[in-house]
């Protein structure tokens, strides 16, 4: 099979995986997508593998066909060297729901299960395309993308990162993650203006002429460690499969028994990787999309209308602080039959007019697997309580979402399929928040960490231990409208 690229605005040429790991976006603005079936896998060849090799088997079927060994000794390099535990995804019991832990590695947050694995896929995509110009990785965040992929990309060789990150909208440790972090290569700057408008940058930066005109001159070509990237998304998929096997394993479901997915959703890149899985074969019934108070995703799932004329909030779940969810084309694009001259049109409503709504029937197919809702702050900490007090297990604030929002659903529905909801982060993330939810006590953020870790016996994650301490090393802070000319002089000084 001749496993090639497309984008889904329909104007992109065919382009091979080590070439879309490097584009990072379609030539037309689009999003790279798979131009070939999804494999469908045998799920009992898979279920007692380590998760270097099950992601080895997953990752390899999106890949030429004589990439395999590439790709197990990238995955070995991300995940089998001690930048996580053995149990890379721990999956833990919170009363009748199973809490997936995707926060173990070098930044505590879920974004480090792809971001550890994607600068492994950019270097052997570079040395198979014989690419010899330096890679500028841009990064847009709203709070965990910003530190994994900074973590990820420090000191790669013919590699440089800048990432964008919202003055006002992260959280303290978040911040303090990102701006000391080490690393030659590395600059981390912050916008005056929130997610959206630096993941807007970002995205034009790659159609921008001048810029092009600039990095052909300096012989430097853009790169994206965001979840616009399919090299950000397809490591995404292989943890849906262990988790599903970590129940087989420990025999609360037999193989074949569907589950239900619960996933906090903010760019939506997490949750389409599971339904990418469910197309390769794993049993899943619902997935279940849970938002903050920025409820942008339950309002489309529930009407099939995106509209992003609406107040922004910062919320107490900052990395959900997003109403541009750029995964969401991807869905689009599959649900309405692949057909890219529909999802052009689409996305050129939502940019002109901040609105597009789906046809009928893509919002039948999409409203057939994916359900939604949201927590507002208050609901956010309510759920942090209720889950600690019925169950001894503390939440950070995104997952509240998810576990308020999954509470919700099995109540109006009276779904009682097994779920597993998606743990993003660590609670230490956002200690304030959550020691707040269970004492009722605002303490500053580092005096939170503390109390938290006395008060509730949960470990503070390594990545963590310390930060108060750590020297401030990026101080660079502009407007949201200065970032094409930031770019363009960061090229410039190559």
Same mark, same amino acid.
């Given at each position: 099979?001749?496993?090639?690229?497309?984008?889904t605005?329909?104007?992109?040429?065919?382009i091979?995986?080590?070439?879309?790991?490097?584009?990072?976006?379609?030539?037309?603005?689009?999003?790279?997508?798979?131009?070939?079936?999804?494999?469908?896998?045998?799920?009992n060849?898979?279920?007692?593998?380590?998760?270097?090799?099950?992601?080895?088997?997953?990752?390899?079927?999106?890949?030429?066909?004589?990439g395999?060994?590439?790709?197990?000794?990238?995955?070995?390099?991300?995940?089998?060297?001690?930048?996580?535990?053995?149990?890379?995804?721990?999956?833990?019991?919170?009363?009748?729901?199973?809490?997936?832990?995707?926060?173990?590695?070098?930044?505590?947050?879920?974004?480090?299960?792809?971001?550890?694995?994607?600068?492994?896929?950019?270097?052997?995509s570079?040395?198979?395309?014989?690419?010899?110009?330096?890679?500028?990785?841009?990064?847009?965040t709203?709070?965990?993308?910003?530190?994994?992929?900074?973590?990820?990309?420090?000191?790669?060789?013919g590699?440089?990162?800048?990432?964008?990150?919202?003055l006002?909208?992260?959280?303290a440790?978040?911040?303090?993650?990102?701006?000391?972090?080490?690393?030659?290569?590395?600059?981390?700057?912050?916008i005056?203006?929130?997610?959206?408008?630096?993941?807007?940058?970002?995205k034009?930066?790659f159609?921008?002429?001048?810029?092009?005109?600039?990095?052909?001159?300096?012989?430097v070509?853009?790169?994206?460690?965001?979840?616009?990237?399919?090299?950000?998304?397809?490591?995404?998929?292989?943890?849906?499969?262990?988790?599903?096997?970590?129940?087989?394993r420990?025999?609360? #479901?037999?193989?074949g028994?569907?589950?239900?997915?619960?996933?906090?959703?903010?760019?939506?890149?997490?949750?389409l990787?599971?339904?990418?899985?469910?197309?390769?074969?794993?049993?899943?019934?619902?997935?279940?999309?849970?938002?903050?108070k920025?409820?942008?995703?339950?309002?489309?799932?529930?009407?099939?209308?995106?509209?992003?004329?609406?107040?922004?909030?910062?919320?107490?779940a900052?990395?959900?602080? #997003?109403?541009?969810?750029?995964n969401?084309?991807r869905?689009?694009?599959?649900?309405?039959?692949?057909?890219?001259?529909k999802?052009?049109?689409?996305?050129?409503?939502?940019?002109?007019?901040?609105?597009?709504?789906?046809?009928?029937?893509?919002?039948?197919?999409?409203? +057939?697997?994916?359900? @939604?809702?949201?927590?507002?702050?208050?609901?956010?900490?309510?759920?942090?309580?209720?889950?600690?007090?019925?169950?001894?297990?503390?939440?950070?604030?995104?997952? @509240?979402?998810?576990?308020?929002?999954?509470?919700?659903?099995?109540?109006?529905?009276g779904?009682q399929?097994?779920?597993?909801?998606?743990?993003?982060?660590?609670?230490?993330?956002?200690?304030?928040?959550?020691?707040? @939810?269970?004492?009722?006590?605002?303490l +500053?953020?580092?005096?939170?960490?503390?109390?938290?870790?006395?008060?509730t016996?949960?470990?503070?994650?390594?990545?963590?231990?310390g930060?108060?301490?750590?020297?401030?090393?990026?101080?660079?802070? #502009?407007?949201?409208?200065? #970032?094409?000319?930031f770019?363009?002089?960061?090229m410039?000084?190559?």
């Open positions: 099979m001749n496993k090639t690229y497309i984008s605005r329909n104007h992109q040429d065919q091979n995986f080590y070439q879309a790991i490097v584009q990072g976006i379609g030539n037309d603005g689009g999003l790279l997508v798979p131009n070939f079936d999804f494999q469908k896998l045998d799920l060849k898979l279920v007692q593998l380590n998760y270097v090799d099950l992601a080895t088997e997953v990752i390899s079927t999106f890949v030429p066909e004589d395999k060994e590439l790709i197990h000794q990238a995955c070995l390099n991300a995940y089998g060297k001690g930048l996580f535990p053995e149990i890379v995804v721990p999956v833990k019991k919170a009363g009748d729901v199973y809490v997936a832990e995707l926060f173990h590695g070098q930044t505590a947050a879920f974004k480090d299960m792809a971001l550890s694995l994607l600068p492994h896929l950019m270097t052997l570079l040395k198979q395309l014989k690419e010899d110009r330096e890679v500028m990785i841009l990064a847009a709203s709070g965990d993308t910003g530190k994994a992929a900074l973590e990820g990309f420090k000191d790669v060789e590699t440089c990162i800048k990432v964008f990150y919202p006002d909208g992260v959280s440790i978040q911040q303090q993650q990102m701006v000391s972090q080490e690393g030659k290569n590395v600059k981390v700057v912050g005056h203006g929130n997610f959206d408008d630096a993941q807007s940058a970002v034009v930066a159609g921008d002429p001048m810029l092009k005109e600039v990095s052909d001159k300096h012989h070509f853009l790169s994206s460690a965001n979840s616009i990237n399919v090299g950000r998304l397809i490591p995404q998929i292989v943890y849906y499969f262990h988790s599903y096997f970590e129940l087989v420990n025999k609360e #479901i037999e193989m028994d569907q589950v239900n997915f619960c996933v906090p959703s903010g760019n939506f890149g997490n949750c990787a599971g339904w990418f899985a469910k197309n390769m074969g794993l049993p899943v019934n619902k997935f279940i999309a849970a938002s903050n920025n409820n942008i995703l339950t309002d489309f799932f529930t009407t099939g209308k995106y509209d992003a004329n609406r107040e922004f909030f910062k919320t107490n900052p990395a959900m602080d #997003i109403l541009v969810s750029s969401l084309e869905l689009v694009w599959y649900m309405s039959g692949k057909d890219g001259d999802v052009k049109e689409y996305m050129e409503k939502l940019k002109a007019d901040g609105i597009y709504e789906v046809d009928d029937e893509t919002f039948a197919r999409i409203q +057939d697997q994916f359900k @939604a809702g949201y927590l507002n702050e208050e609901e956010v900490l309510k759920t942090i309580k209720d889950c600690y007090e019925d169950n001894g297990y503390v939440l950070d604030t995104h997952t @509240a979402c998810g576990y308020g929002v999954l509470k919700q659903y099995q109540k109006e529905t779904d399929t097994k779920t597993i909801l998606l743990s993003t982060a660590s609670p230490y993330k956002f200690p304030e928040s959550v020691y707040k @939810a269970l004492f009722n006590e605002e +500053d953020v580092y005096e939170a960490i503390e109390k938290l870790n006395e008060k016996g949960v470990a503070i994650p390594k990545p963590l231990v930060i108060k301490d750590r020297e401030v090393l990026h101080k660079t802070h #502009i407007d949201k409208t200065e #970032i094409i000319n770019i363009k002089s960061e410039e000084g190559l």
